[in-house]
T-cell receptor
């Protein structure tokens, strides 16, 4: 079946502009995560959606960052007034809550990411 | 989420077993140990996870110490395609939220 998809694959924008990044999770996955990876750095958690619960926004670096998940499926990460330090690869992942062999420890499936460059 | 400590880099000869250690001394009782890897320019890939018992799947084995303060990921027959950054994460079983550290860069050499 189809995996997690993200669009666009690459985005170049000018400092101060707003950008929207899209994530299509695996069908039926109830949990969705956003991460980012700056050049040469590890992955940084941004935000997490689970079903209809309020999202965990604890990783968002500033109030310029926001995300929504409509209809429990597609998610959009929005960065307002982009800065050069926002340049990174933004990764989306999804996960099912269905119990596997180890209940509660199910794997996340990652998309290919969106490479954002802010000039 | 508990912090994990991994060596920054390791080498392994092709065809040999790669043993990647991880310390997670502050892990709580309901936190799982997850291993992911990231091959250059790709998104992370799940490898294996465990709670208390040792686990094995088609990719790797996970050995968790009895006190759960450390674990070892074993790739039984490393290939050049296993060259990647390997992340050990102690994560919530409820949220599944992953807090990545710096990981171990494994270089498999011919």
């Amino acid at each position: 079946g189809a995996g997690v998809s993200q669009s666009p694959s690459n985005k170049v924008t000018e400092k101060g502009k707003d950008v929207e990044l899209r994530c299509d999770p695996i069908s039926g996955h109830t949990a969705l995560y956003w991460y980012r990876q700056s050049l040469g750095q590890g992955l940084e958690f941004l935000i997490y959606f689970q079903g209809n619960s309020a999202p965990d926004k604890s990783g968002l670096p500033s109030d310029r960052f926001s995300a929504e998940r409509t209809g429990g499926s597609v998610s959009t990460l929005t960065i307002q007034r982009t800065q050069q330090e926002d340049s990174a690869v933004y990764l989306c992942a999804s996960r099912t809550r269905t119990s596997g062999r180890l209940e509660g420890g199910n794997e996340q499936f990652f998309g290919p990411g969106t490479r954002l460059t802010v000039l | 989420d508990a912090k994990t400590t991994q060596p920054p880099s390791m080498d392994c000869a092709e065809g040999r077993a790669a043993n990647l250690p991880c310390n997670h001394s502050t892990i709580s009782g309901n936190e799982y140990v997850y291993w992911y890897r990231q091959i250059h320019s790709q998104g992370p890939q799940y490898i294996i996870h465990g709670l208390k018992n040792n686990e094995t799947n088609e990719m790797a084995s996970l050995i968790i110490t009895e006190d759960r303060k450390s674990s070892t990921l074993i790739l039984p027959h490393a290939t050049l395609r296993d060259t990647a950054v390997y992340y050990c994460i102690a994560g919530s079983s409820n949220t599944g939220k992953l807090i990545f550290g710096q990981g171990t860069t494994l270089q498999v050499k011919p």
